[in-house]
């Protein structure tokens, strides 16, 4: 059996190499473990971010890698030296995640919009659990992808192609249409790569190509995925005026911040709404009592998911003295007003993005002009 490989190390992912390029895409040197093991912890943050793409959950994403790697180091014999060892990965990897689709071993994910319209009425009952939900990506993952946006022949550049918008649209695609979209317009790969890798005919995958685009043609705008600049003055302040409100247990101020036809999804609630008032009613009914507490209930952490401002939220309720996680909130913010909220309720993503498991009661909230830990990685 081959080396396992842990998501959790740390490594250096190499930047996107044209086919060719020697050392990381080079199949020379993959003789011995050792050697296999130092290539592939190189290219392993962007086949997980591939998966990612193709399957809309971290932790899938991570376990779809380590058989990515795993199945290439059991075909390693049959690489030729010619052969781009990073588009040979990318080969493995889609068709590992393609074929635990089709077995149902990986379900298709989705945010509560995709499956239901927006409500007035408050949730009720129980959360649901069982509904196979996108998942937050850590932005800590991201580090050393190389941005497409030079390149003509990428349509979407990386960080576009990581947004939750992006992710949930693309998850309503068949999955070949999802593969081949993510290889041509994403990765920049040729009709003629891109049939070979998934064995279709280069009329198929131009045609299902052609269906994937119209699709997110008609359902996905540019301005929601839209490189925003997230080290922006403007939207970095939109952010930490927005987790000052929480603090401050401001509930006016910081619907102000948010866009009037706003979109508010909370996995594993099936709930979702649509529009500034309907966003603030839920908040005046789930918090009723945080916003007439004399101190303060909240404590936001900031960090960074799926290319965007992130706030680990956590919570102190009467009685108790200490913060615990209450949800992973992630911002989209444009025009100066925040567009889209996607809060992923519960502490089940707080350790994946380094956030701690509680706050002591005198943790200190998001401080004025606390711009480093907003910017992006």
């Known amino acids: 059996m081959g080396p396992a490989l842990n998501p959790d190390d740390s490594v250096t992912s190499s930047a996107h190499k044209p086919t060719g390029s020697k050392s990381a895409s080079s199949s020379e040197g993959w003789g011995d473990e050792a050697s296999f093991r130092r290539i592939a912890e ?14 809309g959950s971290l932790q899938d994403a991570e376990d779809l890698t380590q058989e990515t790697f795993l199945r290439a180091w059991q075909g390693i014999t049959r690489l030729e030296s010619r052969t781009s060892v990073r588009n040979w990965l990318y080969r493995i990897a889609t068709n590992v995640c393609l074929t635990a689709i089709s077995k149902r071993t990986i379900p298709r994910r989705v945010l509560p919009e995709s499956v239901a319209a927006p409500t007035r009425r408050m949730p009720r009952g129980s959360p649901a659990d069982d509904v196979p939900w996108i998942e937050p990506y850590p932005d800590s993952e991201l580090e050393g992808s190389a941005d497409s946006s030079a390149n003509p022949r990428f349509r979407y550049e990386m960080r576009e192609a990581v947004r939750l918008a992006f992710i949930a649209v693309t998850q309503r695609l068949p999955a070949r249409q999802r593969a081949v979209l993510l290889l041509r317009d994403v990765l920049g790969w040729s009709a003629d790569e891109t049939a070979q890798a998934l064995e279709m005919t280069v009329a198929s995958a131009n045609s299902a190509l052609q269906r994937a685009r119209c699709t997110l043609g008609k359902t996905l705008s540019r301005e929601e995925i839209a490189n925003q600049a997230p080290g922006e003055n403007r939207h970095r302040d939109v952010a930490e005026r927005y987790a000052r409100a929480w603090e401050k247990g401001d509930l006016e101020g910081l619907t102000a911040l948010l866009a009037k036809d706003a979109a508010m999804n909370m996995p594993p609630w099936k709930e979702w709404y649509k529009g500034r008032a309907r966003i603030r009613a839920f908040f005046a009914y789930a918090f009723d009592w945080a916003w007439r507490s004399p101190v303060s209930s909240f404590r936001m952490m900031p960090t960074r998911a799926n290319a965007e401002v992130a706030l680990g939220t956590y919570v102190r309720r009467p009685g108790e003295s200490k913060y615990h996680p209450h949800a992973l909130q992630v911002l989209t913010v444009n025009g100066g007003h925040i567009v889209r909220l ?23 909230g998001t401080p004025r002009g606390a711009r480093a830990p907003l910017k992006a990685k």
């Not at 190189?42 to 399957?55: D, M, P, S, T």
């Not at 996607?342 to 200190?364: C, D, I, N, W, Y």
């Open 342 to 364: 996607t809060l992923f309720v519960g502490s089940r993503f707080f350790s994946a993005f380094g956030l701690p498991s509680e706050l002591g009661s005198r943790a200190k």
């Open 42 to 55: 190189a290219h392993r943050r962007e086949i997980q971010l591939h998966c990612y793409r193709l399957v």
